[in-house]
């Protein structure tokens, strides 16, 4: 029996959504007891909790703590830098919910941090958002060894600044008005999304100690992950509802977004999609039947409906 | 001769701003190389370039050297340090500035970064600054010690922070409308302007190993330097023009800031400027004619025209 099929086997579909909706349960839990020991102004925090807790699938805390548990960190040892990750995710989409930015007043299904509030506060609880989880991640009870948290630290900043998600964000916008080619916009994604993505997956590896070589592996399991992920973004935006994406559907049409839907349609993205996701899985064949999970989730990745 | 009169032989007061000078140079030429590194979209290196180069004393770096050199921690060594401090300090003024928040068109004399480019691009700008700073911190480059790296990101996240500066941002914004005590002045200036003094303090203590009642002391002289530097700036917003300070003046008594200035009147904020220099003086004795620079600083915070 090869790994494929052993694959099958070892994780059925409940088994996978009862691991990721217990990762996102923990995660949760631990993010709504981190904020509550910060000694900071009410309303700051409470903006802070709005774009952070009750929300989402916590599919990047899942990726962190899936990549860790190949080189068997149990759970509660990853689940602050899932959590520090989070942060990240969650306070770029305050930001981007901004009226300067995509002035999105709906975001799973609740209104968004600046409506609910107002833009300033909204633009502080980013700031905050994305300064607290580099506290979390430096932080001595997170893990022991300050060579690993500092190379932690090192890898969620480049993933999530200017030559990372950052950047990526800036691409996006600039696409708006001259329309990219196809290759621009897989380097626009691969930023945009695919960076922060690709991070979760390398931080369980740091926190695993993997050699260079499971790290390349990984990566390139990462980064076919993040190009799962957006093309099967962008393909829900054109065929979902609002009501089941629980944030506004159609938007990157009607923002003129550099897709690859948008450039080569719908049967192409389909195709892409398919090529991702068989490459990330190729990439963990050295794995053997431990990424069993791994694989699950790319391919869940590409069949979501929301 | 006491320590005092040594002070006073020791550092002249164009030694001292030859001093302030030279770090300020070597900052600038460090950030603008550091930037040029960076693989990222053009206009949001622009952008950043903007928000972080040919601007202000760069006193906060001044502040990291300063202090690194009570340890003798060669200038070079300090220089990434007080550089990542400055881009923290950098990202706050342009978020600050933008037309959610404080709406100001003019910073240190030139159009604030989306006045000279545009909001969303001022968000992401502010915010690559700011990730840019730990990805900084947290580079093998800026010190071989990953427990120091790891400690430097600790100490600046927290005083960036939603309990830190952040934190005092939002304090600041709701004594606007509902005015502050006196005692809730000082504790939201504390944390937004004295938070990332203190720590540029306390990140040269970190660099020069220094020791717990050595650390300590200079953390109460940086929570007296943070004090004076905010007096001194809401004297200045009153009595000084905007030529002279680079950046809209009077507005504290437009947006009706709460501060002491406000609240007791200026000779009263003059005497607690006075109290703060002379407790941040005090707090430097155990260091003896070697924190003379330091002294200047504390002084040259209380004296500044701009």
Same mark, same amino acid.
């Given at each position: ?12 579909? @409940?088994?996978?959504?009862?691991? =990721? *909706?217990?990762? #996102?349960?923990? $995660? &949760? /839990? %631990? ?86 509030? @107002?833009?300033?506060?909204?633009? =502080? *609880?980013?700031? #905050?958002?994305? $300064? &607290? /989880? %580099? ?96 093309? #099967? ?74």
């Amino acid at each position: 029996m090869d790994g494929e099929a052993l694959a099958n086997l070892a994780m059925t579909e @409940d088994q996978f959504d009862s691991q =990721l *909706a217990d990762c #996102a349960i923990e $995660t &949760e /839990a %631990f993010l709504a007891a981190h904020l509550a020991t910060l000694d900071a102004p009410e309303r700051l925090l409470a903006a802070m909790a709005h774009g952070a807790l009750d929300g989402g699938k916590r599919l990047r805390p899942f990726l962190v703590r899936l990549s860790a548990s190949l080189f068997a960190v149990p759970h509660e040892k990853s689940l602050a830098v899932g959590a520090a990750l989070e942060m990240i995710h969650c306070y770029s989409l305050v930001h981007d919910d901004l009226p300067d930015m995509d002035n999105d007043e709906l975001r799973r299904g609740k209104p968004t941090v600046w409506k609910a509030f @107002d833009p300033a506060l909204a633009i =502080l *609880a980013g700031d #905050a958002l994305l $300064t &607290e /989880a %580099f506290a979390l991640l430096s932080d001595p009870r997170t893990h022991p060894d300050p060579a690993i948290r500092a190379e932690l630290v090192l890898t969620l900043a480049h993933a999530a600044g200017p030559a990372g998600m950052v950047g990526g964000q800036v691409l996006d916008i600039e696409g708006e008005t001259s329309p990219l080619d196809e290759d621009a916009i897989f380097a626009m994604q691969a930023k945009k999304t695919g960076a922060l993505i690709r991070a979760g997956v390398e931080m369980g590896a740091i926190l695993g100690n993997a050699s260079p070589a499971q790290r390349s592996g990984l990566t390139r399991f990462g980064t076919a992950a993040g190009l799962a992920f957006q093309i #099967a973004d962008d393909i829900l935006d054109v065929t979902a509802t609002s009501h089941a994406l629980g944030k506004t559907a159609g938007k990157d049409v009607v923002q003129n977004k550099s897709t690859i839907v948008a450039r080569k349609g719908l049967d192409a993205a389909r195709q892409v999609l398919d090529g991702a996701v068989a490459n990330g899985i190729d990439a963990l064949l050295p794995f053997g039947p431990s990424a069993d999970p791994l694989r699950a989730l790319i391919r869940h990745f590409a069949a979501r409906q929301s």
